[in-house]
């Protein structure tokens, strides 16, 4: 008898994605470069005053890089929408930069963005001098979706292009935004992938069609609309292997599956308008049911405020509201973690501010900063929950700075600001 010989799956070959670095660039030293980062950051209504994020020390660093390279830097950023409260001018973050790039970062207020004044001192620039503009969401360009040729033409890029000799896109967590500053100059100026872009863009690539198999996602969180997209995209292209749902979307792959939940979850998420989506989680499951995980035990908190755990059998009739995975459920996802060759994940597998439902979310972060994979983390609560059991972040290998771009990325999209690098390299080679 013949040995079987297992069938070879063909996957769908991943585009490849060619965008100019900023190591491409030999000599920056006079230039004028223009740096778009992202510093959009949450601010106290009262006072203005503005928090420190992961993105804003990042970003620092490409800034900070830049000068000292002896250009002229000038930094794009925005902060808010425009119409909200906290689309505030740029001020404070001016400050927050100075310090965290150990030298004066020149601002002036202005509501027009590009006024004779500013082009005027973006003119009078030297050599290693930063300057940050006002925030470009004051302009009605960054809030409309346009083609880079059409952006090309708008205020601010006819503003700042004939100045800039160098442009540079470091702001990832917003490259799934079609704005004039996200866009604008890749068909007039020489556009690269700043260190930050480029780590995320790498990132992102090595876990969608580049990844080494087997690939799991782990998906939780309270936002499903996303996750099921992600969900099909990388099912139908055969980019995982393995998905093991918990939190909302865990939820409603049980209930896709004929499962009962108690009334008030039903009523909850129906209140949420989630139901609506059951019939394409039903159809995902029919067609990769041996891929999709779903939790089989839970746990809740009793009258003395103990965590109790339970089977699915018993999750119908369960008069106390669960927010979190069981051990058991928690223990077969480590195990599929430690079998993978690479991981993602976004979203805690549970309630993890609250003690007792800490336990999901912690047992999987674990599996995945111990296991041999390549592993990605993206979400600010994922990121939030591996600060708060010290987890040290150099065991994972990739922390994303994004959620929406990821995300956006790992569906298949092509991001508007990949797009127009994509467009520069092609028009400018590698020359600046």
């Known amino acids: 008898m013949r040995p079987y010989n297992k069938p070879e799956i063909v996957r769908p070959k991943p585009k490849i994605i060619k965008v100019m670095s900023l190591t491409d660039v030999r000599d920056l030293r006079g230039k004028t470069v223009f740096v778009r980062v992202d510093l ?3 601010t106290d209504p009262k006072t203005g005053k503005v928090d420190l994020n992961p993105r804003f020390t990042a970003h620092a660093e490409t800034v900070k890089l830049l000068a000292q390279k002896g250009a002229k830097v000038v930094v794009l950023a925005h902060q808010g929408r425009k119409g909200d409260e906290d ?14 790039i150990g030298k004066k970062v020149l601002f002036k207020t202005d509501a027009k963005v590009v006024s004779p004044a500013t082009i005027k001192a973006i003119r009078g620039l030297k050599p290693g001098q930063v300057m940050l503009l006002d925030n470009v969401r004051f302009l009605d360009d960054e809030a409309v ?3 880079a040729q059409e952006h090309a033409n708008s205020e601010l890029v006819r503003a700042l292009a004939p100045l800039a000799q160098v442009f540079v896109q470091d702001a990832w967590s917003n490259a ?42 782990v998906l939780g969180g309270s936002k499903p609309e996303d996750v099921i997209k992600l969900m099909q995209y990388s099912l139908e292209n055969m980019v995982v292997d393995k998905i093991l749902t918990s939190g909302v979307i865990g939820e409603m792959c049980l209930i896709a599956r004929g499962n009962q939940l108690p009334a008030a979850k039903m009523e909850e ?57 069981g051990t058991k459920t928690a223990r077969k996802y480590a195990k599929a973690c430690n079998n993978s060759k690479t991981v993602f994940m976004k979203g805690p597998c549970g309630k993890y501010e609250q003690e007792a439902f800490q336990h999901g979310t912690k ?21 939030t929950a591996l600060e708060k059991f010290n987890i040290p972040k150099e065991k ?27 467009l520069s390299a092609k028009k400018f080679g590698k020359k600046a």
């Open 40 to 42: 959009n950051s949450p």
């Open 87 to 100: 689309c505030i001018s740029l001020g404070g973050h001016a400050r927050i930069l100075s310090k965290l």
């Open 145 to 147: 979706q346009r083609t």
């Open 176 to 217: 799934h935004r079609a704005h004039a500053s996200m866009v604008g100059f890749a068909t007039l100026v020489p556009s690269y992938a700043g260190p930050v872009f480029e780590r995320e863009l790498a990132a992102a690539q090595k876990a969608s069609g580049h990844a080494d198999h087997p690939v799991t996602y």
């Open 269 to 325: 998420l129906k209140a949420a308008g989630f139901m609506h989506q059951l019939l394409a989680l039903r159809d995902l499951i029919h067609l990769h049911n041996d891929k999709i995980e779903t939790p089989f035990d839970f746990a809740y908190i009793d009258e003395s405020g103990k965590r109790c755990e339970f089977l699915l059998t018993s999750l119908a009739g369960s008069p106390n509201p669960v927010y979190d995975i």
């Open 363 to 383: 047992t999987v972060l674990e599996a995945i900063a111990n296991c041999k994979a390549y592993t990605l983390i993206g979400g600010g609560h994922t990121l």
């Open 396 to 422: 994972i290998s990739f922390i994303s700075l994004a959620g929406g771009a990821l995300l956006e990325f790992l569906q298949g999209n092509t991001l508007p600001a990949v797009a127009a690098l994509e």
